[in-house]
């Protein structure tokens, strides 16, 4: 069974900077691509960043330059540092794994979700 928990998240000021993690199985590590995605309140879910099972990364553009994220082979985590956060960066945080396409845009593009992790940015 596939199972992702995610934890990082928390409030903080406008231009500070939180690490998310997602700790997840091993047979999901070495299968699948995996994914950070977020929903605002009262909006989408939406892709946030992806990175394939080669270390290929993708960000979406209202991140890039800012967010990046990485897997730790080890010990079957993936990571999204967040720096220079906005207020327009709040929301639920959600891991993801099996991506359906590339990039994975929308929800349905990934097979596999965790309960999510709040992000709260304050001006």
């Known amino acids: 069974q596939v199972q992702l928990v995610e934890s990082g998240g928390g409030s903080v000021q406008s231009g500070g900077s939180l690490r998310l993690s997602c700790a997840h199985s091993a047979y999901t590590y070495s299968g699948y691509c995996m994914g950070w995605f977020r929903q605002p309140p009262g909006k989408e879910r939406e892709g946030v960043a992806a990175?394939?099972?080669?270390?290929?990364?993708w960000h979406a553009d209202s991140v890039k330059g800012r967010f990046t994220i990485s897997r730790d082979n080890a010990k079957n985590m993936v990571y999204l540092q967040m720096n220079s956060l906005k207020p327009e960066d709040t929301g639920m945080y959600y891991c993801a794994a099996r991506c359906t396409t590339w990039p994975p845009r929308g929800p349905g593009d990934l097979g596999y979700w965790g309960q999510g992790t709040q992000v709260t940015v304050s001006s």
């Open positions: 990175i394939s099972r080669s270390g290929v990364t």
